[in-house]
């Protein structure tokens, strides 16, 4: 820590002997970044002179001006040599790790945070003339991937977030960005893809107790299917990324490297009765007292606060009274574009346009540049406010891990609210977001933690504690250690028993077939499907206890055929229940706020409180009754969703029991329906059912079995609407596409002329396939 009474010499031979050091170790040392960090938070004139030398000696090319001396001539010509010898614009970190992707068919590494992946990525992706799959841990991180890589290649390149092959006729290559679980699709189709490499984003996912296990399955899988195709894992902050390696058994033709270079400096406080003060986790039992409040002087001159905190503080608003003085230092947004994006959101959710009833607390931050960012909340929803946040329109951002899950969203301050079981991996990676490496010319980047001071004694040992992972694989450790909801994906993935076309293994098929659920098939066909076409949510509540209880027993039945345990505990039947009118919802093709709103209307009991309003009108109750009656009214009961199966998981009611219908926050009906659409419908239910109606159309030659399996798989029974999805597009977009469709297959799509009559964002949606 840089003391503030320094003499210029003094602070000039500090910087010397820093760049003396970087320019002999590299910029690994993460006391001398700090203390490069406090000399330009305290002196930055004297910094200044030094700037462009810093910057040559940390390899930052991208960011120097020509060389003034010889120690910048010198790495002005090593920059040169690395774009001689790789042909692109490399920081040494970038060029090391692209050779040993280029040499090898294994490469496993780890960099920090804003090391330059993202353009080594990119590199690789645009450069490459074979197919592509990139594999990140979230749904997020999917689409930020796939917007990056639409504007790097050309329209003759597939790119998709999902596995598919269609677009034949106007496609050179195919890219793929999944999640392990959404992955499996891509083997039946490993004799027609072209696969040339595999980037494996987020690695450490395999450190996860079922993810990880899944994650270490499909790299088996794709490791015997695709033998030729180069495998790159990455890493933030592993020691050990050669354990990667070692856990499959890969060993020819394999490196690993661990890269600790920085490119960004870093300052620390800690927060006691308002007051910030200075110290550093590498000299112990130090502190200075700030000058100012950092977070508050940053946020007034348009700096950016990431405040990392519980879900719980977000959910019940604590984070609003907490953070009050820093959200009220925020001015209203006056942006156009920012307004525009704000619009979207409210859109997409269903939420009222100012103070209505389904106000929105997501909505009105937004208007003054505070956001918030957390796993429940619905992807596209995530991905506008991503974009709002990485235009510079917010000032503030109050997270959860999931900006741990690679989103790259950097700002000034990273504030650790939230300390509570935090690992060494999150911290750093936390740590990490904490200043953002611009692109400015000679220009030393730096930023700000802040923590609790009863969190500092641990904060300075878990920072300098190294995070490694294990180098054996959770598929290798005796079955009886391994979950029994697990042990037919262990099995399969050993035995090479996974059913590619119905996407669950051949021994859950051989349940669902050997299972007595014919009747229950069947059932849901005569009282789900109506003409055709399932019946609505409404119609599904109007059947009566008795027969929504029948339909749940059969969906529970069918579901729990394709598993190993003959019951399924209390919890998973309450999370299946809820799950089926929004399933019913789904499948009519709702749109996402129509799904919201009807189940809004459902919770708050609207259907009660519209027939007191009739009894009022009718004379039968008085205005006052009528009001007490609706203020006594409480929420339907509802639990908090959870993937299936899952014997460990507990239930947890919504909302609090005795919550008032006209207190129910929207946000959590918004974010735990979206839950319920991606947990347990998209992850959990759609396959093992659409394999017993699969397997019961092979069976019967009941039409209604295909008519069935298309609304749970595709939410639609039109064949030109499942086209559109299988080429990328969502049901809010079809529903103005398809009117311009004249033919479309697995070849192409061909639009009608009339495309002419679309404005220029609707016609951005579908450019991609215009030829």
Known sequence: MIENSLTTREVESIVTTAISEISAKGPTDDSVMEKLAHIKHFYPQVLKKHERKLLYVMGLFYKTGKPRGVIEEIYSSFSSAINSETDHHFTPVQASAYRSIINHEYFSFSAPTSSGKSHLFRTLIKSSDKDIVIVVPSRALIS???????????????????????????????????????????FKYKSTFNIGLFLLDEAHISEEN?????????????????????????????????????????????????????????????????????????TKNQSRECEKNIPLEVIKKNGTLLVYISKEKIFDGRYLTEFEEYINACPAITNRYAKSIIEKLREYIGASVDEGEKKSTLISMMKRGVVVHHGSIPLKARLLIEEYVNLGFAKICFATSTLNQGINMPFDIVWIDNYYSMDVLTLKNLIGRSGRSTKDKDKFDYGYTVIKRENVTSFSDRISTLFNISDTSTLDNPEDNIPEDL??????????????????????????????????????????????????????????????????????????????????????????????????????????????????????????????????????????????????????SSFQPFSLPNNKEKTFPLFPRGTKANQIDYDRVVYDTYDYLDKVIGLSIIDPVCAAYNLYLEKTNDARAKIIYNYVRYGTNDETDIWLLKYGFGFEDIEWIRQYVETINQDEIVFSKRISELDREKLNVISRYIY
């Not at 990324?241 to 490196?255: C, M, S, W």
């Not at 949510?537 to 206890?545: E, I, W």
């Not at 579901?559 to 019913?584: D, F, G, N």
Request: contains cysteine.
């Open 210 to 282: 079922i993810r990880g296990l899944k994650f270490d399955a499909l790299v088996r899988r794709i490791s015997k299917s695709f033998p030729d195709a180069k495998k790159v894992f990455a890493h933030p902050f592993v020691a050990n990324p050669d354990a990667q390696l070692k856990k499959h058994g890969f060993k020819e033709r394999t490196k690993s490297a661990f890269y600790d270079q920085h490119v960004v400096g870093k300052i620390y406080m800690f927060v006691e009765d308002s007051r910030f003060l200075f110290f550093s986790p590498h």
């Open 487 to 636: 042990i037919d994906i262990v099995d399969a993935v050993k035995n090479d028993t996974f059913d590619t076309e119905l996407n669950i293994t051949k021994s859950q098929i051989d349940r669902i077939a050997n299972a007595n659920i014919d009747g229950d098939l069947q059932y849901i066909l005569e009282n789900m499907l109506i003409d055709g076409k399932p019946i609505t949510g409404r119609v599904y509540y109007d059947l009566g206890d008795s027969r929504r209880r029948k339909i749940k027993d059969c969906m529970k039945n069918i579901y729990l055929s394709h598993m190993r345990r003959q019951e399924m505990t209390m919890a998973e039947k309450i999370v299946l229940s809820t799950a089926i009118p929004i399933l019913l919802w789904s499948i009519q093709g709702r749109s996402f706020s129509e799904i919201v709103s009807l189940r809004y209307a459902y919770l708050s009991n609207k259907k009660e409180i519209s027939i007191l309003k009739n009894s009022h009108k009718s004379g039968e109750i008085t205005k006052n009754e009528l009001d007490k009656k609706i203020e006594n009214i409480e929420v339907q």
């Open 144 to 186: 930020e991937f796939y917007f990056e890589t639409i504007d790097l290649v050309d329209n003759d390149v597939l790119v998709l977030q999902f596995i598919d092959d269609v677009n034949r006729k106007h496609t050179s290559r195919r890219i793929f960005i999944v999640t392990p679980e959404r992955a499996g699709e891509l």
